[in-house]
């Protein structure tokens, strides 16, 4: 049953409209590839928190942090915890950032044809595109499913929808790249943060906060507040998390991207410090909003130790009881306000996403590829039209293949183990490269084979669990740098020449 | 488990308050740095046809 009024889609429909309007804006200030990718590393602190916040902040980022919180209560707090304070750690002391942001790269793996080699760099780029864009896959069904679940829409037009709004995002990513996005992102941050404060402040008002506790200490005991206790975390999954973390805030595409977009180093660092205050709130509020699901929806049959949620005697996926609690508290106007600010959401990861990955498989495969078939170098005019090129084929694949997509088990962890595949060998060679003289190619290209090697087998073919195959993967990928470094001549672009050129 | 209770409510408020309180110092600060970005890829861009 449609729960929308005409207000709320006045509301969506308006918003929608003004952020693609505002996003062509950024067409004018395209000049050179370096406008295009890092909008001239012109970022200032306040909009570079903006765009850094709202490119990590998604309809996705809120629906698997709610499923967390539904399925393991207060313990979940631990993963936005490690984030947030993992990102403020590395904003105070400039780990990796302030080092990448001197180099003046466009990307990640650009660095590894600076401190290692071409062919590394082409390695690395095809593993980092795989990755994100697979990675990048299962956004838009879930985020087609938190609109569809709170609106009431039948969910045959999901793909319609979702293919909307992806489009809408595709038009001024490609047009404006960059420079579109921050101004984007900047509308989109105040839009979604304000949205955040008002569903939680309304789904505590409406769970109550007595019962949101009572619920998880009756669910899940112990367990519910312990990550120590709880058998889905432990120590292994906070050394994971805590790896993962690092590795992500430094070598992630997209928030790199915001690092080397920004004026200077010491700018980078003020970001990185502040943004990671904003990444507590973006776990722990929505870890709330699922767990005030949990109070108010929970009365299923017992599932994976917790109650199914239940709306008007139809049972849901857990995944689907915040939207579905939203839908059922939010009067008309403040649910078209909330929408808006979770398409806001959707709107500026996708973009940012479309964009890093785009530039990745242009700037870190295409380029390289052709300097080896000693073909001559584009000029900054096609290397924007390969951009773009890719651009669209990315959101084209995501298209067909991503609304199609089931990912199993709860997607906070398939995401952090997709992502590991590349991160933990781009990590390890990132580190090994900025901080120890003796990293060398034959260390990165094991560092890089290995990570990868470390989740497919124990995850995708030994069933492990998320926990002990993201540590593998981290422990392997250090042993590939350390064993193949160790045994071969040092490189001969050693930490200095990298830190220069 | 009366601790981690604690260790959590204390976590979450800090969490919800410093989210509020950057968002509205980014609102405000934030698009004083855009049109301040605006301007300088302008003289760039003018840099450059030069």
Same mark, same amino acid.
């Given at each position: 049953?449609?729960?929308?009024?005409?207000?709320?889609?006045?509301?969506?429909?308006?918003?929608?409209?003004?952020?693609?309007?505002?996003?062509?804006?950024?067409?004018?200030?395209?000049?050179?590839?370096?406008?295009?990718?890092?909008?001239?590393?012109?970022?200032?602190?306040?909009?570079?928190?903006?765009?850094?916040?709202?490119?990590?902040?998604?309809?996705?980022? $809120?629906?698997?942090?709610?499923?967390?919180?539904?399925?393991?209560? *207060?313990?979940?707090?631990?993963?936005?915890?490690?984030?947030?304070?993992?990102?403020? /750690? /590395?904003?105070?002391?400039?780990?990796?950032?302030?080092? *990448?942001?001197?180099?003046?790269?466009?990307?990640?793996?650009?660095?590894?044809?600076?401190?290692?080699?071409?062919?590394?760099?082409?390695?690395?780029?095809?593993?980092?595109?795989?990755?994100?864009?697979?990675?990048?896959?299962?956004?838009?069904?879930? =985020?087609?499913?938190?609109?569809?679940?709170?609106?009431?829409?039948?969910?045959?037009?999901?793909?319609?929808?979702?293919?909307?709004?992806?489009?809408?995002?595709?038009?001024?990513?490609?047009?404006?790249?960059?420079?579109?996005?921050?101004?984007?992102? $900047?509308?989109?941050?105040?839009?979604?943060?304000?949205?955040?404060?008002?569903?939680?402040?309304?789904?505590? @008002?409406?769970?109550?906060?007595?019962?949101?506790?009572?619920?998880?200490?009756?669910?899940?005991?112990?367990?519910?507040?312990?990550?120590?206790?709880?058998?889905?975390?432990?120590?292994?999954?906070?050394?994971?998390?805590?790896?993962?973390?690092?590795?992500?805030?430094?070598?992630?595409?997209?928030?790199?991207?915001?690092? *080397?977009?920004?004026?200077?180093?010491?700018?980078?660092?003020?970001?990185?410090?502040?943004?990671?205050?904003?990444?507590?709130?973006?776990?722990?509020?929505?870890?709330?909003?699922?767990?005030?699901?949990?109070?108010?929806?929970?009365?299923?049959?017992?599932?994976?130790?917790?109650?199914?949620?239940?709306?008007?005697?139809?049972?849901? =996926?857990?995944?689907?009881?915040?939207?579905?609690?939203?839908?059922?508290?939010?009067?008309?106007?403040?649910?078209?306000?909330?929408?808006?600010?979770?398409?806001?959401?959707?709107?500026?990861?996708?973009?940012?996403?479309?964009?890093?990955?785009?530039?990745?498989?242009?700037?870190?495969?295409?380029?390289?590829?052709?300097?080896?078939?000693?073909?001559?170098?584009?000029?900054?005019?096609?290397?924007?039209?390969?951009?773009?090129?890719?651009?669209? $084929?990315?959101?084209? $694949?995501?298209? *067909?293949?991503?609304? @199609?997509?089931?990912?199993?088990?709860?997607?906070?962890?398939?995401?952090?183990?997709?992502?590991?595949?590349?991160?933990?060998?781009?990590?390890?060679?990132?580190?090994?490269?900025?901080?120890?003289?003796?990293?060398?190619?034959?260390?990165?290209?094991?560092?890089?084979?290995?990570?990868?090697?470390?989740?497919?087998?124990?995850?995708?073919?030994?069933?492990?669990? =998320?926990?002990?195959?993201?540590?593998?993967?981290?422990?392997?990928?250090?042993?590939?740098?350390?064993?193949?470094?160790?045994?071969?001549?040092?490189?001969?672009?050693?930490?200095?020449?990298? =830190?220069?050129? | 488990?009366?601790?981690?209770?604690?260790?959590?409510?204390?976590?979450?408020?800090?969490?919800?308050?410093?989210?509020?309180?950057?968002?509205?110092?980014?609102?405000?600060?934030?698009?004083?740095?855009?049109?301040?970005?605006?301007?300088?890829?302008?003289?760039?861009?003018?840099?450059?046809?030069?």
């Amino acid at each position: 049953m449609v729960t929308f009024s005409p207000i709320d889609w006045i509301i969506v429909v308006g918003y929608l409209v003004f952020s693609v309007a505002i996003g062509m804006i950024g067409r004018k200030y395209i000049g050179s590839v370096s406008d295009y990718l890092v909008a001239g590393r012109e970022l200032g602190v306040y909009v570079g928190v903006a765009t850094l916040a709202a490119t990590e902040i998604g309809t996705i980022t $809120f629906m698997y942090n709610a499923e967390l919180g539904y399925r393991y209560g *207060f313990a979940a707090f631990v993963a936005a915890l490690i984030s947030g304070v993992v990102m403020i /750690i /590395i904003g105070r002391t400039g780990f990796v950032i302030s080092r *990448f942001r001197a180099l003046k790269l466009m990307t990640v793996p650009e660095y590894f044809e600076v401190r290692y080699s071409r062919g590394l760099r082409l390695f690395t780029g095809t593993l980092v595109a795989l990755g994100g864009i697979l990675n990048m896959g299962v956004f838009l069904k879930i =985020e087609g499913e938190f609109l569809t679940v709170i609106s009431g829409i039948d969910a045959k037009y999901l793909v319609t929808i979702m293919t909307v709004i992806l489009l809408l995002e595709l038009v001024y990513t490609v047009v404006g790249g960059m420079v579109s996005i921050v101004i984007t992102d $900047f509308v989109q941050f105040v839009l979604l943060s304000n949205a955040t404060l008002l569903i939680s402040i309304y789904a505590v @008002y409406h769970a109550g906060w007595h019962n949101i506790v009572s619920k998880v200490v009756g669910t899940m005991g112990e367990a519910g507040f312990n990550p120590i206790a709880n058998p889905k975390f432990g120590l292994t999954f906070i050394i994971w998390q805590t790896l993962l973390w690092f590795s992500i805030h430094t070598c992630w595409q997209t928030t790199a991207m915001r690092m *080397f977009s920004t004026k200077d180093p010491e700018t980078s660092k003020l970001v990185m410090t502040w943004t990671g205050f904003i990444f507590l709130g973006r776990g722990m509020l929505p870890m709330l909003w699922g767990i005030a699901a949990l109070a108010m929806l929970g009365t299923g049959a017992i599932r994976g130790g917790v109650p199914l949620p239940v709306l008007h005697g139809h049972v849901l =996926e857990p995944i689907d009881a915040m939207p579905a609690m939203l839908g059922s508290i939010l009067g008309p106007g403040i649910k078209g306000v909330v929408v808006a600010g979770m398409l806001a959401a959707t709107m500026s990861v996708n973009s940012s996403y479309l964009l890093g990955w785009s530039s990745v498989i242009s700037q870190d495969v295409i380029m390289p590829a052709r300097q080896m078939l000693r073909k001559a170098p584009l000029s900054s005019r096609k290397q924007i039209l390969v951009n773009r090129v890719a651009n669209l $084929f990315v959101g084209l $694949f995501l298209m *067909f293949w991503g609304l @199609y997509y089931t990912p199993p088990g709860a997607v906070y962890l398939y995401l952090n183990v997709t992502g590991t595949i590349f991160l933990a060998g781009a990590f390890v060679c990132v580190t090994g490269g900025l901080y120890w003289k003796r990293a060398n190619v034959r260390g990165g290209y094991l560092a890089m084979l290995l990570g990868a090697v470390g989740v497919i087998v124990p995850f995708f073919l030994l069933h492990w669990s =998320e926990s002990l195959t993201g540590f593998i993967a981290f422990a392997l990928a250090a042993l590939g740098l350390l064993s193949g470094s160790l045994s071969g001549r040092s490189s001969p672009r050693g930490v200095a020449e990298s =830190e220069t050129t | 488990m009366i601790y981690w209770q604690a260790f959590w409510t204390g976590a979450l408020v800090i969490a919800a308050c410093s989210f509020a309180v950057i968002t509205a110092i980014v609102t405000v600060r934030g698009y004083r740095d855009l049109i301040q970005m605006f301007r300088r890829l302008t003289a760039q861009a003018g840099k450059d046809r030069k």
